[in-house]
Nanobody
Framework: QVQLVESGGGLVQPGGSLRLSCAAS????????MGWFRQAPGKEREFVAA????????YNADSVKGRFTIFRDITKSTVYLQMNNLTPEDTAVYSC?????????????????WGQGTQVTVSS
């Protein structure tokens, strides 16, 4: 059974940092592109960042460029999202997803497996 389990969310003050983790139980994890998405209350789920199967290419939403970094550890079957300089607008449930094609697209419809999500709240 495929599982993606996120962790690392919580409450942080504006300007603070958090690192999210997504541990995958995919048998061929190294073949998958991985993405992070977020959904704020009353809004649609939106793309945040993605990384290809090889880890050589990453993509970020304009709203997080220069602040968020996605990276992966193949040996641990884990993908991370380092979030710096957080603002209240970053408050959302963050979910990771796996793309079996390895491309790491921006469209959430292209992802086959999803985690349950972890809450990130940025507030003073």
């Amino acid at each position: 059974q495929v599982q993606l389990v996120e962790s690392g969310g919580g409450l942080v003050q504006p300007g603070g940092s958090l690192r999210l983790s997504c541990a995958a139980s995919l048998r061929t994890y190294s073949n998958y592109g991985m993405g992070w998405f977020r959904q704020a209350p009353g809004k649609e789920r939106e793309f945040v960042a993605a990384i290809t199967w090889s880890g050589t290419r990453t993509y970020n939403a304009d709203s997080v460029k220069g602040r968020f970094t996605i990276f992966r550890d193949i040996t641990k079957s884990t993908v991370y999202l380092q979030m710096n300089n957080l603002t209240p607008e970053d408050t959302a449930v963050y979910s990771c997803a796996a793309d079996p094609t390895g491309r790491a697209p921006r469209d959430r419809a292209d992802y086959k497996y999803w985690g349950q999500g972890t809450q990130v709240t940025v507030s003073s």
